[in-house]
């Protein structure tokens, strides 16, 4: 039986990138009659320090952001890495079965950490193996990511081989990563070659699903482009990385092609795109933001949302934890 598993962390303001990767699509899933569980994932936020009362801010920024987002609690399980124990304790079994040199070649790390490799937490070195855990703790099927999840879903599918490989059983299902549509690769507004982050410490170099019209408005007006016209085609603009960020954008946030975008702007100037591309992001994030603002009001409510979930996610997690530890050879 499918079973989708995501997660996001709460480490700072939610970009459009976070919104057209990934909790755009979540609610969708969770309508096909699916078992759909989505996570706040706080343990993978603290691999950065966070401020601890900024990061219980953003824990319930997020969880309310997946609800404004079309995610309903009630069809869904959405709750908090941390309340459920399983993650931390199939982690230290998977660290024990992932080896060194397939960490090293993980792309997000080396992105991170940038040449201070060696300041940087060890969690943020071993982020992948708790991803895995996360994953495979639900058996999950399928994890619906942006591309810059990729190597972290392949990974976890070559864990949960070693796994079942080592022990000689067939226990953990080879997750697949759902990663499809426009969007599912969403750059910086200030470089065209580096991914829009919630991490990114320039605010100006993404579009946070709270921003007001003007902030949005004005960040499209000043996001890096090129002096020519948009081309007809897609194939105009491989080698213009700005200007084929906003044309995805676009696409992504009317749903439409990337051809379909340029039959209606084809030949036009950046000066007459932007302010359409602007009119549509503003129109498409004010209902989410002032549903985010609603429900942040209610905090206790949203907590209690988070441990409900949080229930019914462990009641999932601990029968498989179990018995990947009586797999291992642990007595209880
Ligand atoms: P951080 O900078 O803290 O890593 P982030 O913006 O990368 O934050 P994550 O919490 O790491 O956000 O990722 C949550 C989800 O959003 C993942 O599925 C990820 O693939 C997706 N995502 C993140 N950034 C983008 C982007 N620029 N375009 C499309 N999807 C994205
Ligand atoms: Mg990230």
Redesign the pocket.
Known sequence: TPRVF????P??NL?L??Y???LRRFGKMQDDGIETIYCV?DM??IT?WQDPAALRNQTRELAAAYIACGLDPQKSILFNQSQVPAHAELAWILNCVVRIGWMSRMTQFKD?AGKNAEKMSLGLYVYPALMAADILTYKATHV??????KQHVELTRDVAAKFNHDYGVDFFPIPDPVIEGT?????SLRDGNK??????PSDKSRINLIDDADTIAAKIRKAKTDPDALPSEAAGLADRPEARNLVNIYAGLADISVDDVLREFGGQQFGAFKPALADLAVNHMAPISSEIARLLAQPDEIDRILANGAERADAIAAPILAEAKQIVGFIK
């Open positions: 995501s997660g996001i962390q480490s700072g970009t990138g976070n057209l990767g990934a994932v993978h936020a950065v991170k619906p990511v942006g591309e810059d999840q969007g599912t690769r969403v750059m991914k829009m982050s919630k991490s990114d």
